[in-house]
């Protein structure tokens, strides 16, 4: 029988605007929800700088990771969307390089029309032995 799938949820990151959770686990794979620069509380964007909402966003992210006993080393896939692409994604870059560790997941930068934000992401992760 199918392990079935568990939701993610925690009060460090910020509550879904729809109809969405913050991650799922299903067996040993975590899937978040693309995420941006909320903060958790006030759900005010954090930051007018790509590097500050990456930051914040980054932040978000690892919360719900831990919430599932995940941390960035278990990611293995990323997907990130700029508001601005081309000229955002040097600032992105270097927040996110200082952020996840090596060896570093795949990932996916596409440019994406958003909604009052510079940059949404979501990452899956697998924990333990396969």
């Not at 500050?52 to 278990?74: H, K, P, S």
């Not at 508001?83 to 795949?106: I, K, N, S, T, W």
Request: overall charge negative; glycine content about 10%.
């Amino acid at each position: 029988m199918p392990t079935p799938k568990q939701e993610i949820r925690t009060p460090d990151a910020p509550p879904p605007g729809g109809g969405y959770s913050q991650g799922i686990r299903r067996g040993n794979i975590v899937y978040t929800a693309g995420l941006g620069p909320q903060d958790p509380v006030t759900r005010q964007v954090v930051g007018e700088t790509i590097q500050e909402q990456t930051r914040q966003t980054l932040r978000n992210l690892a919360a719900v990771l831990a919430a599932a006993g995940a941390t960035f080393g278990d990611v293995v896939k990323v997907t990130v969307h700029l508001q601005d692409l081309q000229r955002d994604f040097p600032g992105y870059d270097r927040v996110y390089r200082e952020v996840m560790p090596e060896p570093r997941p795949a990932r996916t930068t596409v440019g994406s029309q958003l909604a009052g934000i510079l940059v949404e992401i979501d990452m899956m992760a697998v924990l333990g032995e396969e």
